[in-house]
């Protein structure tokens, strides 16, 4: 049974940086995409930052130049570090993983808020 476990959200002040991480476990497969969505209060899930088993990273316009993905295609891990945080990146994070380009996987979400 394939999970992913998140740990790294919390606090921080507008400005700030935090570092999420994302530990896959269930597989020998090697994920072919893992990354990270989010989820505001009253807001649709969107796709933060993704990145293939080749390397290919996908960014939200919201978050180019700010993220940065990470990715350890032996461990299927991934981390998203943030920097530069402001108010609208409060959100649920929710690690992501997709398998044989067929199975979709969710991690348990960790929140982010972003508050003086």
């Known amino acids: 049974q394939v999970q992913l476990v998140e740990s790294g959200g919390g606090l921080v002040q507008p400005g700030g940086s935090l570092r999420l991480s994302c530990a896959a476990s269930g597989t020998l497969w090697t994920f072919d995409t893992m990354g990270w969505y989010r989820q505001a209060p009253g807001k649709q899930r969107e796709m933060v930052a993704v990145v293939t088993s080749g390397g290919r990273a996908n960014y939200a316009d919201s978050v180019k130049g700010r993220f940065a993905l990470s990715r350890d295609n032996a461990k299927n891990t991934v981390s998203l570090q943030m920097a530069s945080l402001k108010p609208e990146d409060t959100a649920a994070y929710f690690c992501?993983?997709?398998?044989?380009?067929?199975?979709?996987?969710w991690g348990q979400g960790t929140q982010v808020t972003v508050s003086s």
């Open positions: 992501y993983a997709n398998l044989l380009k067929t199975y979709d996987f």
